[in-house]
């Protein structure tokens, strides 16, 4: 690893394009890096809250489409392990053929550089997913010594080519020391669930009373799925104007009685149990079903924003404990 200051790296970096710094609230343009975990993560630089997708334009046979093209070069610096993880989840999604261009677009132009964490608090449950606040990821990777100073190495190609590296002295032993203690801490914090959910089971815990009171008291406000790094839905919408019609695409949340209100006026999920039901279903069967990983990474966002003090572990472990017993 090699030593550089924080101010160093951001430098460097942004050569190649805008640099977004982890700070309270997200990841904002030249902003002061804070000392914890932002309140959003990091998956609006792939999937933005709303985009345009095209424009049409023109009537009958001279329709014309004019598709958009996002490629501005982006540097995302202080993505901690879990919202790298979340990226790496979400992409399973979006990069399974048929691939969508425009979360490829536009992950091929952004380089995301990781610290590695030292703020796990009593939320945190990341080594429930095998990664945990010293796992290595993104195409850089760095831990604060200090406010200022840093040890980081390159983890990918692009990586590699962004700086150069050989101008920095190497990290001092003791800089490793300090390193390998302070992420001991963070990992020693963080929650290991111990989950061994069958996902098989699925049809035995769909409706059961075990979800009714697991997430009663749940308001579905949908504030937890934004924030999320890993939910992923979105609603599409055509705009018309005098000449042309956009088409946009925007965030939505399973947690809204008209996310899955049909034409028909029917809803299968009318009661607020089921939507809440919903969220912790696709989670943890349906997407280790479909892609081989949990859709959580322990980031324990949605429990820091609840207004209502739900808590998904709670959930989650009643769910496997009901299976544990009723399979014997
Ligand atoms: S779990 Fe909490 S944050 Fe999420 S929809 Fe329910 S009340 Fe809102
Ligand atoms: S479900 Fe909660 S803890 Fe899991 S990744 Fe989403 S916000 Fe983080």
């Known amino acids: 690893m090699k030593r550089m200051t924080f101010t160093e790296l951001v430098d460097g970096l942004s050569s190649w394009g805008d640099v977004f710094v982890r700070t309270k609230k997200g990841f904002e343009k030249d902003g002061n890096l804070h000392k914890a975990k932002s309140k959003n993560s990091p998956k609006e630089f792939l999937l933005p809250r709303e985009e345009m997708l095209f424009v049409a334009y023109g009537s009958g046979d001279d329709m014309r489409v004019m598709e958009a093209n996002p490629s501005k070069k982006r540097v995302v610096v202080g993505a901690l392990p879990c919202d790298m993880h979340g990226l790496n989840v979400t992409e399973k999604n979006f990069l399974s053929e048929p691939k969508d261009p425009y979360f490829a677009k536009r992950k091929d132009n952004t380089v995301f550089v990781t610290e590695l964490c030292q703020y796990a608090t009593s939320t945190c449950f990341c080594r429930s997913f095998g990664i945990g606040p010293s796992s290595k990821m993104g195409d850089i990777v760095y831990f604060m010594l200090d406010d200022e100073n840093i040890i980081a190495e390159p983890l990918t190609d692009r990586g590699r080519e962004l700086l150069s590296w050989n101008k920095y002295e190497d990290a001092k032993d003791e800089d490793i020391r300090i ?35 697991a ?104 769910v496997q404990n009901y299976l544990e017993v009723k399979n014997g």
Not at 183 to 205: F, M
Not at 287 to 301: E, H, I, K, N
């Open 179 to 213: 390193m390998e203690e302070k992420l001991a801490e963070a990992e020693n914090i963080s929650q290991d669930l111990s989950l061994s959910i069958d996902h098989k089971k699925q049809r035995e815990v769909y409706g059961s009373e075990v979800f009714k009171e």
């Open 215 to 318: 997430v009663f008291h749940c308001l579905n406000c949908g504030a937890c799925t934004f924030v999320c790094p890993t939910c992923y839905c979105f609603d599409i919408r055509d705009i018309k104007r005098k000449d042309f019609v956009i088409r946009e695409r925007m965030w939505d949340s399973c947690m809204y009685f008209i996310y899955s209100l049909e034409a028909s006026g029917h809803n299968p999920r009318k009661e607020r149990f089921k939507r809440a039901q919903n969220r912790v279903m696709h989670k943890f069967f349906y997407q280790p079903l479909q892609y081989g990983v949990y859709g959580c990474t322990g980031c324990g966002r949605c429990i820091d924003v609840c207004p209502a003090g739900y808590d998904i572990r709670e959930t989650v472990l009643k």
